[in-house]
């Protein structure tokens, strides 16, 4: 008895298959249905690309290779006229889209190069880290020649996929290439020119002549590099002036950049000390102390937010955020899919650009003379001839 | 999953277990029918409306389709789906078994981490050893830190009465705290290019075969310690006495048996198949213990045992099916491009289907309580037992 009717559980096992085969015939059709309602919200143009999606979304006959081997050039011209051979793919890390920061940016990024191709992107967000190869091979599988992943966690499933995939060409978001491979190219961004920017701005809208930093672990080379380059950026100003960076080293890793209580905290009692400017550098973490400087706003401190626009993202600062440190995500996205069009694609670290994000509402606490400060010393970070002077990670770490 | 009047045999038990099995195996399918039914209508309301799909309802069929076909659909996903619901068997017969001494094991999370840290530590500090030792001291050195973790709250609820709910939880977050200490610190793989939080690869010995390309031995392995649950449990006699524990802690005393050894083996043992479930995933997946890749595959593991009824089969049939959700989610969120999320909802609708059928049960069945407090057992679960 007990046996039949676990036979039944194995038959409903069983038929998952079936349905699934079922499901797939009438599949086919759907898919491609479905692909334009994404289009028809982002831009009503996009919806004029329907047929397109068509051709490419079922996903049985085009797993042969025929389609994908074709190498860069003759895709180029293909999809610049429209046919969209280029088949962009994301794999996110696991804060998914929604986290407000790398995810979201590289994925407008690539919705942005995607619409001036005429083609749709699809996008798997990684729910579990273990899955991070597997992702990767559902788009590699279904002829995807674009795929950017996003974030230094999947720096080495991405190289590894690169190397067994020649022909696919492969952009990591915020991973560093030791090596160069030909396919794969690495968008990486100079935090400490960010951070030195923010270091100038704090030094010279500071009273108190002391200013602080709460950053995520140093032993992220970017995080190090965000710290020191403010540092480095205020004593420019103000040689004498006082730079707290407090880095959230005593946790774990999965903790350091999402421990907004610390963040809120720690920047409390610096705030309490003098310190008149905060920089929160460190996802959650830094975003915490910008609440911190909230919570103090009779006291006329400033923040400083960090990576995107935070002005946007973390609206309960916005009476005190003078500015963002910002990694201009979207935009090299954009532009490295657009070099796979153009077939002047290059493998090896490209830098993005980095600079502040506006104002907004504290535009007439700084000074005109001071704006056009910050925008020579950043075409001056920009072109080489100002360096900061901070080394690429911690020595000794 | 309604516990047996103990006290005479094992052979009476049996006999009276006979229409048992038909409620305990149709009713968690009708939870997960009715779960797919209603994951449907979420899927519908986030689904784009469109002419020509009739009411958005191909968009439903066709994210399902992507679901079951990329857990069970072809040869690629029916590994990928059984590499992950190994270490969900592993963690479930642990949680499983737990439950059968009347123990609520919310631990298996920290057993698991304690697992991967110890195989971990064995399999890349130690070089040289032929793979026929050194495979299976990594996989033992995986089961002795589930052991010992799990043996913890065993001996504290033994000793003390402290509740294994609270102590298991609490070991929880000093296994995670000690997992991340060890890997940002002394076992920090140290090749300068690495940023996260792992452990030097482990050695090529330490690595369990494979049996297909991209399946490891591990699911065997799993399937084994399904048949030697089942065969522990059922078949010998420190398995009836962990039995009779679980079903009336009052009664077995007065038979004579010893209560505290019983808890302490249970836990110790539960721990230990969590900790070769954390083992399992450093030498046959990952390569390496690093911070938070198995993160919630503990807590998985209880609803895992409560769908599979706390039996050893039904605890691998519902592992296959968590399996295969979270695997096929990749390629139903490819297809429709809606959030991985509502993957997580279908799950989480299964569960409290499977709650509310309790609930269902209870309402119709007016001799139930008596069963149910003996199933779960949380309410007496305080105090020395």
Known sequence: MRKSLYAMLLLFALVLPLLAACGGGTAAQPTAAVAPPTAAVEAP??????????????????????????????????????????????????????????????????????????????????TDPNDYQKNLDQFISEGYNVIVT???????????????????????????????????????FNEDQAGYLAGVLAASVSKSGKIGAILGTDAVPAV??????????????????????????DVGFDKTFSDPEWGKTTALSMIDQGVDVV????????????????????????????????????????????????KIIPDGVAKLIQTVADGTFKGGNNFGTVGLAPFHDLDSQVPADLKTKLTDIQKQLLDGTLKTN?????PGS | ??????????????????????????????????????????????????????????????????????AFGSQKAIISTLVRATPYIFAGLAVALAFRCGLFNIGAEGQLALGALFAGGVGFSLHGLPPLIHLPLTLLAGMLGGFLWGMIPGILKARTGAHEVITTIMLNYI?????????????????????????????EAAHLPLLLPGLHWGVILAFLAAIAVWFFLWKTTWGFEIRTVGANAAAARCAGINVSRNIVLAMGLSGMLAGLAGAVQVAGVNYRTILGFNAGYGFDSIAIALLGRNTPLGVVLSALLFGGLRNGATLMQFRTQISSDIISVIQALILIFIAAEQIIRWIYRVRVPSGLSEQVTLSKGWGKS
Request: proline share 6%; no cysteine; charged share 15%.
């Open chain 1, 279 to 326: 920089f929160g550098a460190g996802g959650r973490t830094g975003n915490g102390a910008l609440l911190a400087a909230a919570d103090r706003k009779d006291k006329g401190v400033y923040a400083i937010g960090v990576d995107t626009d935070q002005y946007l993202t973390v609206p309960e600062a916005k009476a005190v955020l003078i500015t963002s440190a910002v």
């Open chain 1, 45 to 126: 143009t996009a919806m004029v690309e329907a047929p397109t999606a068509m051709v490419e979304a079922p996903t049985a006959a085009p797993e042969a290779t025929a389609a994908p081997e074709a190498t860069a050039m003759p895709e180029a011209t293909a999809a610049t006229s429209g046919t969209g051979t280029i088949k962009i793919g994301m794999v996110t890390d696991i804060a998914k889209l929604g986290d407000k920061g790398f995810n979201d940016s590289a994925w407008e990024g690539v919705q942005q190069a995607a619409k001036a191709l005429g083609v749709e992107p699809k996008v798997i967000e990684t």
């Open chain 2, 1 to 70: 999953m309604r516990h047996f009047p103990f006290g005479v045999s094992g052979v009476v038990m049996n006999a009276q277990g006979l229409l048992r099995p038909v409620r305990a195996a149709l009713l968690p399918l009708l939870s997960i029918l009715t779960a797919l039914i209603v994951g449907g209508v979420i899927i519908w309301l986030a689904g784009p409306k469109l002419n020509g799909d009739w009411l958005g309802v191909k968009f439903v069929l066709d994210g399902y389709a992507g679901l079951f076909q990329g």
């Open chain 1, 224 to 249: 190090w590099r965000f710290g020191e380059g403010y540092r480095a950026g205020a004593i420019s100003i103000k040689p004498d002036i006082s730079v707290q960076t407090v880095y959230h080293n």
């Open chain 1, 390 to 394: 901070v080394p690429a990670a911690k």
């Open chain 2, 175 to 203: 296994a995670a705290q000690l997992t991340g200490y060890l890997l940002n610190g002394p076992w920090k793989d140290p090749n300068p290019n690495n940023v996260t939080a792992q452990t030097p690869k482990i050695a």
């Open chain 1, 150 to 188: 996003v974030g230094f966690n999947l720096q080495e499933a991405t190289v590894a996929a690169a190397k067994a995939n020649p022909d696919i060409k492969f952009i990591g978001v915020d991973q560093a290439q030791t090596d160069v491979i030909p396919n794969l190219a690495g968008l990486i």
